[in-house]
């Protein structure tokens, strides 16, 4: 089973820019599609972006032209750039893979952005 680790998070000023990494245990084409999740306090987590194995890429609207996913296979890592960030982007952002219908997801990175 993959196991899944995420970094990159931290406190940024509206604006602000950061990156989000994901070290798997296997490559990122072992999962049938990987992907950012996010869950704010009091929400339901929420999909923000994902890749599929053949490199396919899905965003959430509220991130689309701001966040980019993207994998480096040789690394091992799904990564998450996160631009122009908003208040409203405050959340844990959990890595996600699955694999055959199973779900498996990291512990999660807490992401603050302030006004």
């Known amino acids: 089973q993959v196991q899944l680790v995420e970094s990159g998070g931290g406190l940024v000023q509206a604006g602000g820019s950061l990156r989000l990494s994901c070290a798997a245990s296997?490559?990122?084409?072992?999962?049938?599609?990987m992907g950012w999740y996010r869950q704010a306090p009091g929400k339901q987590r929420e999909l923000v972006a994902s890749?599929?194995?053949?490199?396919?890429?899905n965003y959430a609207d509220s991130v689309t032209g701001r966040f980019t996913i993207s994998r480096d296979n040789a690394k091992n890592t799904l990564y998450l750039q996160m631009n122009s960030l908003k208040p409203e982007d405050t959340a844990v952002y959990y890595c996600?893979?699955?694999?055959?219908?199973?779900?498996?997801w990291g512990q999660g990175t807490q992401v603050t952005v302030s006004s």
């Open positions: 890749m599929a194995r053949s490199g396919s890429t």
């Open positions: 996600h893979c699955v694999v055959l219908g199973h779900d498996r």
């Open positions: 296997r490559s990122p084409i072992s999962c049938d599609a």
